[in-house]
C-alpha cells in the first residue's frame, strides 16, 4: 500500500516571499504520478501541478515548482512570489501508473497562510 | 457542465436515517472517484467507477455504504443507517479515464453532518 506524509501541519509566508511545503511518500511503484492540490475555504480542490516519475525534470506552473527526489521520494512543493489568494490547506496526493486511472491517496495536508 | 457538481452542498440528517449524495461529472468523462474528508485529515478514497460498474470499491467502509452509476454519468453515493461517525465532507472527483491523462477535477463537496 502506498502512503504519503506531510510532517508540516501549517505554515505561513510573507507576502511576495517563498515557500516550501514537504511531502515525502513510500511505494514500492516504479511507475506513478505524483500531484499537488490545493483546497481553500471553499472546499474546492484545485489541482496545482503534477509530476510522472518517469521524468526526471522538475515540473513547473508559473509561480509554482517542484523538487522531485525519486530515490529519496520525496516531492516537495515551492511556491514563490507568495499572494494572498495562495492561502489554503496543501495536500500532497499519489496515483499508480496503470491504464486508465486509479485512486489517488493523500497525505494529511499542510495548511499554508500567506501574511500581508 | 463546465465542472463537477454536487448536491446538496451542505446535509444535516439525524443518526439512523438515510442520505443519499449526487455527484453530477464533467461531461464526456468516463471516471469517477468518491473521496470522504473528515476534519483536519486529506481525502480517503472510497468508491471509483469506470463507466457505470464499481472498478474498485475497496474503500466503502461498510455495508451501510453504497454508490450507484446507473447510466455512466451521474453518481448517487447512499448510506443508510447514518451514524456520527459519518459526519464528513463527501468528495466527487471524475476524470477522462485515458491512460496518461490522470488529472482528478474535484466537486466543491457535500458536508454530511450526523446528530
Known amino acids: 500500500a502506498q502512503t504519503v506524509t506531510q510532517s508540516q501541519p501549517e505554515m505561513s509566508v510573507q507576502e511576495a516571499e517563498t515557500v516550501t511545503l514537504s511531502c515525502t511518500y513510500d511505494?514500492?511503484?516504479?511507475?506513478?504520478?505524483l500531484f499537488w492540490y490545493k483546497q481553500p475555504p471553499s472546499r474546492q480542490m484545485i489541482l496545482v501541478i503534477r509530476?510522472?516519475?518517469?521524468?526526471?525534470q522538475n515540473a513547473t506552473e508559473n509561480r509554482f515548482s517542484v523538487n522531485f527526489q525519486k530515490a529519496a521520494k520525496s516531492f516537495s512543493l515551492k511556491i514563490s512570489d507568495s499572494q494572498l489568494g495562495d492561502t489554503a490547506m496543501y495536500f500532497c496526493?499519489?496515483?499508480?501508473?496503470?491504464?486508465?486511472?486509479?485512486?489517488?491517496?493523500f497525505g494529511k495536508g499542510t495548511r499554508l497562510s500567506v501574511i500581508a | 457542465g463546465a465542472g463537477v457538481s454536487q448536491t446538496p452542498s451542505n446535509k444535516v440528517t439525524e443518526k439512523g436515517k438515510y442520505v443519499e449524495l449526487r455527484c453530477d461529472p464533467i461531461?464526456?468523462?468516463?471516471?469517477l472517484y468518491w473521496y470522504r474528508q473528515s476534519l483536519g485529515q486529506g481525502p480517503e478514497f472510497l468508491i471509483y467507477?469506470?463507466?457505470?460498474?464499481?472498478?474498485?470499491d475497496s474503500g466503502l467502509p461498510n455495508d451501510r455504504f453504497f454508490a450507484v452509476r446507473p447510466e455512466g454519468s451521474v453518481s448517487t453515493l447512499k448510506i443508510q443507517r447514518t451514524e456520527r461517525g459519518d459526519s464528513a465532507v463527501y468528495l466527487c472527483?471524475?476524470?477522462?479515464?485515458?491512460?496518461?491523462?490522470?488529472?482528478?477535477?474535484f466537486g466543491p463537496g457535500t458536508r454530511l453532518t450526523v446528530t
Open positions: 472527483a471524475s476524470s477522462s479515464g485515458l491512460a496518461g491523462r490522470s488529472e482528478q477535477y
Open positions: 511505494t514500492s511503484e516504479s511507475n506513478y504520478y
Open positions: 509530476q510522472e516519475a518517469y521524468k526526471q
Open positions: 496526493a499519489f496515483m499508480k501508473h496503470e491504464s486508465g486511472n486509479t485512486p489517488l491517496v
Open positions: 461531461s464526456g468523462h468516463t471516471a
Open positions: 467507477f469506470q463507466g457505470t460498474g464499481a472498478a474498485d
